[in-house]
C-alpha cells in the first residue's frame, strides 16, 4: 500500500543553522511523483519541488536542497541556513502513476521553527 | 495569474446545519481537487474532478459530502447535515489539464477552516 511517513513531528533550530527534513515513501508503483509542500503560518500550501522517480538528480534552489534516494524510498529536504521565515509545516506527498487521479498521499507533516 | 482561491476562509456552524464549501481552480486548469485535513491528521483526498466529471470520489467520507463542478469551473462541496467530526481544514488544489500518465503538480488554494459546534 502507498505510505508516506514523516518521523520528524517538530524540529527546533536557531536561525542558520542546517536542518534536514526526512520523508520516506512506499509504492509498489514503477513510476511516481514526489512532491514536497510548505504550508507558513498563514495557511495556505505553497508547492516546492515535485521530482518523478525516474529521475533521481538530486536537486538545489538557493537555499533548499533535496536528496532522492531510490534504494532507501527516501526524499529528504534540507535547508541551509536557515531563516525565521523557513519557520511552517512541511508536508511530503507521493502520487503514483497508476492511479488515474494522481492524487497525493500525504505525510503527516513536520513543524518547523526557527528561533532568531 | 490568479492562484486558487477558496470561499470561505472560516466557517463556524452547529451541527446539523448545512455548509457549503467554493473553490475556484487557477483559470485553465481541467482537474480540480477536493482534500481535508482533521485535526492531528493527515491531509486526506476526497474527490478528482476533470472538467465537470467526478473522476475519482474514492476519498469522500459518506454520503453527507456531496461535491459539484458546475460547466468544469468552480466546485462547491457541500455538507448536510454537518456532524462534529467534519470539523477540519478542507484544501482545493488545481492542476493543468489531462496529459495521460503524467502527473501535473497541484496547486493549493488557502483552505477553508470549518468547525462545528
Known amino acids: 500500500a502507498q505510505k508516506v511517513t514523516q518521523a520528524q513531528t517538530e524540529i527546533s533550530v536557531v536561525e542558520k543553522e542546517d536542518v534536514t527534513l526526512d520523508c520516506v515513501y512506499e509504492?509498489?508503483?514503477?513510476?511516481?511523483?514526489l512532491f514536497w509542500y510548505k504550508q507558513p503560518p498563514s495557511g495556505e500550501l505553497v508547492f516546492l519541488i515535485r521530482?518523478?522517480?525516474?529521475?533521481?538528480q538530486n536537486e538545489i534552489s538557493g537555499r533548499y536542497s533535496w536528496n532522492f534516494q531510490k534504494s532507501t524510498s527516501s526524499f529528504n529536504f534540507t535547508i541551509t541556513a536557515s531563516q525565521v521565515v523557513d519557520s511552517a509545516v512541511y508536508f511530503c506527498?507521493?502520487?503514483?502513476?497508476?492511479?488515474?487521479?494522481?492524487?497525493?498521499?500525504f505525510g503527516s507533516g513536520t513543524r518547523l521553527l526557527v528561533r532568531p | 495569474e490568479a492562484g486558487v482561491t477558496q470561499f470561505p476562509s472560516h466557517s463556524v456552524i452547529e451541527k446539523g446545519q448545512t455548509v457549503t464549501l467554493r473553490c475556484d481552480p487557477i483559470?485553465?486548469?481541467?482537474?480540480l481537487y477536493w482534500y481535508r485535513r482533521v485535526m492531528g491528521k493527515e491531509i486526506k483526498f476526497l474527490l478528482h474532478?476533470?472538467?465537470?466529471?467526478?473522476?475519482?470520489e474514492s476519498g469522500m467520507p459518506n454520503n453527507r459530502f456531496l461535491a459539484e463542478r458546475t460547466g468544469g469551473t468552480y466546485s462547491t462541496l457541500k455538507v448536510q447535515p454537518a456532524e462534529l467530526e467534519d470539523s477540519g481544514v478542507y484544501f482545493c488544489?488545481?492542476?493543468?489539464?489531462?496529459?495521460?500518465?503524467?502527473?501535473?503538480?497541484?496547486?493549493f488554494g488557502p483552505g477553508t477552516r470549518l468547525t462545528v459546534l
Open positions: 488544489a488545481s492542476s493543468p489539464r489531462d496529459r495521460g500518465r503524467i502527473a501535473d503538480t497541484q496547486y
Open positions: 509504492t509498489r508503483d514503477t513510476t511516481y511523483y
Open positions: 506527498a507521493l502520487s503514483e502513476a497508476r492511479d488515474s487521479s494522481y492524487k497525493l498521499i
Open positions: 474532478f476533470v472538467k465537470e466529471s467526478k473522476q475519482d
Open positions: 483559470s485553465g486548469h481541467d482537474n
Open positions: 521530482r518523478n522517480s525516474f529521475d533521481e
